[in-house]
């Protein structure tokens, strides 16, 4: 099986290295800048746990030279995808199948979700209809990704928890493709399971991600800072509470308990959530997928978010004010 991780930074990076170390499959990545020159000079090294690895495995800033692949992993920024698009395009052909793993509500949540909001384009997520245009929905293989990790420096990823992923197919099936990625992950070490409501899973993780993802990088502060301070505690479940109430308007039946949840994240120790890692790295932040999703379907939905409004304002306003959008 040839698999291509487009974007082999922190998830990808660790994606791409087990899969390559792990299974027989023909494993490549597309990085670019620094990342890519150590990969090409050094092997992605992977440390996890007091273990360090380095595996050799193919690495290019162009896709046409790995060609079509069997499995096009997506593990860029949402807010980078639409950007990707054409470079990403040589490693697509009519069988290939394409794993969003990704954070927050994907391109193609509502595409064949049924009812009033079938088809809802969430312009936020994919300007103009970019994304749809350009990767079939019949390709699209539903993932939800829990590990984390993060780049040390070019050339390595430092894993830094959980190894749990989540497949499902947009239809609701359970597919022999999806069974064929599933252990194929899980032979290389990854806890992953198949689910015919994968948008559940999407939403379940977006509870976390829509909360401690954005006031992490407001207050620019870790999970353990977070999580000792009883005001941003108090705020964090309000907005958990929030993107409940859409979830559930959405009939995604989402049960989620948000004091269980701040407690999961208080074992979490002193992580930092991509969005903080993205502002203290100067990157664009993936707001507009996270925070900015859940406020439009809110809004069309007629179910009221203040807290989710306010805090996607207030990390649009720091991202404009550093240059990052």
């Known amino acids: 099986m040839k698999v291509c991780v487009f974007g082999a930074g922190a998830i990808g990076g660790l994606i791409a290295s087990r899969l390559a170390q792990q299974t027989a499959a023909e494993v490549s990545v597309i990085a670019r800048g620094p990342h890519l020159e150590a990969i090409r000079r050094n092997g992605l090294v992977l440390r996890t746990g007091a273990s360090e690895s380095r595996i050799a495995l193919r690495a290019s800033a162009d896709a046409a030279e790995l060609g079509v692949q069997d499995v096009v992993i997506i593990a860029v920024k949402t807010c980078s995808l639409p950007a990707s698009l054409a470079g990403m395009a040589p490693l697509i052909g009519p069988d290939t199948m394409v794993v969003p793993a990704m954070n927050g509500v994907p391109w193609w949540f509502f595409s064949g979700f049924g009812g009033a909001l079938q088809g809802l384009p969430i312009e936020g997520i994919d300007p103009g209809g970019r994304i749809a245009a350009a ?16 780049v040390a420096e070019p050339g390595v990823v430092q894993h830094t928890g959980r190894w749990d992923m989540h497949l ?7 597919s022999a493709r999806s069974g064929a990625l599933q252990a194929l992950l899980e032979s290389a070490g990854f806890s992953c399971k198949r689910t015919s409501e ?8 977006l509870i976390g991600n829509c909360s401690f993802n954005p006031v992490a990088a407001l207050a620019q502060a870790p999970l353990d800072r977070l999580a000792a301070d009883p005001d941003v505690v108090c705020l964090m479940r309000g907005l958990m509470l929030e993107v409940i109430a859409v979830g559930n308007a959405l009939g995604l039946d989402v049960a ?3 004091d269980r949840r701040i407690d999961r994240m208080r074992t979490l120790g002193s992580i930092k959530p991509s ?4 502002l203290e ?17 809110g809004t069309r939905l007629g179910v009221e ?7 996607h304002g207030l990390i649009r306003q720091r991202a404009n004010s550093m240059g990052l959008q």
């Open 168 to 174: 499902g197919e947009p239809d609701g099936s359970l």
């Open 135 to 150: 990767i079939p929905e019949r390709q699209v293989l539903g993932c939800v990704v829990y590990p984390t990790a993060f």
């Open 281 to 297: 790295g100067r990157r664009p932040m993936e707001h507009e997928s996270l925070t900015g999703a859940v406020l439009a379907i």
């Open 198 to 205: 994968i948008r559940r899973e999407i939403w379940t993780k």
């Open 275 to 278: 969005m903080l890692q993205d």
């Open 305 to 311: 978010v203040p807290l989710i409004q306010a805090v």
């Open 256 to 258: 989620e308990d948000p």
